[in-house]
């Protein structure tokens, strides 16, 4: 067994051993480069760190120093880098879990931020039980959503494309009034620009091209997203979701996949709240207050509901697009859709007199969308 002793300096206050006893705790400060590893004993109050590189001979290299693995128990931070720390772990059969960074507690004055003062950190709060872990998916899950993710940020891309454009004609006194931007009518009208100034033609000629490589980029990535929409394990679920109105079977491929297990969150609150949509609190005593709403979640998950959730404006309808997405779902899917496109439409309506802001009422739908959701989702 790995024996390092370190000096105390109190960086840290000493932790408990309470909860998580006889495991060796790691807790891993992962980077592109290195990885700060703090290893708690048992019988120790405080972790010693190391670093070591970021790649799988040394992570070998450091689990193969403990004489029984079944005692290991390693934590990190999901970020950047991914799962395949986890997976390698898992292979060399050691436990490990992926914590939620939004969600570990932080001291208000602390403002001293080392890669192993964060190590020590996450090993000191995993072994008091005061981690929250994420649902891990596998590979093939990941890989679809990666896609997914690819889609959205196309969509991000051809939004910003779009309002270059538009501020370019503003800047020259050219506004559309005649109906929505980027309808049919709307395309025809930009055709139908000309300008007289050699350089003023040349820029507007740059921006429409970039616009149409966006919508081409767009077209592509969605043909290649079809088939999985209609194939396990995301198939079957993008469906159900497409049910409801501002959610297509592309729109419920994404969100089935950013989710992949609803069955993990036990209550629609609690994926309320990871989806960042809840507002935040700070009452204390006789004094209550709520903010914004948190925005620690899944910020992918976030934005897609949020755009579902514009849907609910208009008056209660079944058009063209939706009665294809009812067409081979169960009646009671039907009408559970029908009876939220009724109750958030009228939602949407109330707030709507009371709000200044739009944007403060589509978030306000999106989280009731989001219960609406999990409670589709988790019915048999």
């Excluded at 960086?11 to 006893?21: D, F, G, I, L, N």
Aim: with cysteine.
């Amino acid at each position: 067994m790995m024996r390092v002793t370190e000096p105390h300096t109190g960086e840290e206050p000493a932790v408990s051993s309470v909860s998580h006893q006889g495991f060796i705790h790691l807790g891993l400060d992962v980077s592109k480069d290195l990885i700060a590893v703090a290893v708690l004993l048992p019988d120790r109050d405080r972790a010693t760190v190391q670093k070591i590189v970021h790649d799988e001979q040394s992570v070998r290299k450091l689990i193969g120093r403990f004489e029984d693995r079944s005692k290991l128990w390693a934590c990190y931070e999901a970020g950047p880098t991914g799962y395949e720390l986890y997976r390698l772990l898992g292979r060399l059969g050691v436990r490990c879990e992926v914590i939620a960074p939004s969600l570990v507690p932080r001291a208000r004055g602390d403002r001293v931020k080392t890669d192993k003062r964060d190590a020590r950190k996450l090993a000191g709060l995993h072994r008091a039980g005061q981690l929250t872990a994420i649902a891990v998916p596998s590979r093939s899950e990941e890989a679809i959503r990666d896609l997914c993710r690819t889609r959205g940020d196309i969509v991000g891309d051809r939004t910003r494309a779009r309002n270059r454009l538009t501020k370019f004609l503003l800047r020259h006194s050219i506004v559309w009034c005649d109906g929505s931007n980027w309808t049919r009518k709307h395309q025809q009208w930009l055709n139908s620009l000309h300008f007289e100034d050699r350089a003023l033609a040349l820029t507007f000629g740059h921006y429409r091209a970039n616009l149409e490589l966006r919508d081409a980029q767009l077209a592509a990535v969605e043909e290649d997203l079809r088939p999985f929409c209609e194939t396990e394990p995301f198939g079957p679920p993008a469906h159900r979701l497409g049910a409801y109105r501002g959610v297509t079977h592309m729109g419920g491929l994404g969100l089935a996949a950013e989710v992949f297990d609803w069955r993990r969150f036990p209550a629609a609150r609690s994926f309320m709240c990871f989806t960042g949509l809840v507002p935040s609190e700070d009452s204390s005593g006789l004094h209550e207050h709520r903010g914004h709403i948190t925005h620690a979640g899944n910020r992918h998950l976030r934005a897609q509901l949020v755009e579902a959730a514009w849907a609910y404006q208009h008056r209660p309808h079944v058009g063209s697009g939706i009665a294809a997405r009812h067409a081979d779902l169960p009646p009671e899917v039907v009408a559970r859709a029908w009876n939220a496109q009724v109750r958030l439409n009228r939602r949407f309506r109330n707030l709507a007199r009371r709000k200044n802001v739009r944007s403060v009422v589509a978030a306000a739908i999106a989280r009731e969308l989001a219960g609406f959701l999990w409670a589709e989702m988790n019915t048999n």
